[in-house]
Nanobody, 128 residues
Framework: QVQLVESGGGLAQPGGSLRLSCAAS????????LIWARQGPGKGLEWVSG????????AYADSVKGRFTLSRDKVKNTLYLQMDSLKPEDTALYFC?????????????????????WGRGTQVTVSS
């Protein structure tokens, strides 16, 4: 069965860095786009970043552009989110999710309802 397992969250100071990982299994990893989304305290689910099925295209929310870097490793079947210059407003539960459509080439402006499997999340807290 499809599984997505996030890890790498924790406590970081403002300006610090964290690297999130999402280990995927149960589906052809190189065939599907993947995203990271987050839910901050008292907030709704927010799309953060996405990468298309072959890794040739990435997209970022304006709030993280220039600070976060998304990548995928087809050998390890793992999705990564490198988060630098962290801010307190980045505090959230971070989820990875898999696209329901095979080999979608674009990753921006895709509704969250188009992602059919989600991990349980990893908590990121940015505080001094």
């Amino acid at each position: 069965q499809v599984q997505l397992v996030e890890s790498g969250g924790g406590l970081a100071q403002p300006g610090g860095s964290l690297r999130l990982s999402c280990a995927a299994s149960g589906f052809p990893f190189s065939g599907y786009a993947l995203i990271w989304a987050r839910q901050g305290p008292g907030k709704g689910l927010e799309w953060v970043s996405g990468i298309n099925y072959d890794g040739s295209e990435t997209a970022y929310a304006d709030s993280v552009k220039g600070r976060f870097t998304l990548s995928r490793d087809k050998v390890k079947n793992t999705l990564y989110l490198q988060m630098d210059s962290l801010k307190p407003e980045d505090t959230a539960l971070y989820f990875c999710a898999k696209d329901r459509q095979y080999a979608r080439t674009v990753v921006g402006a895709i509704p969250l309802s188009e992602y059919d499997y989600w991990g349980r999340g990893t908590q990121v807290t940015v505080s001094s």
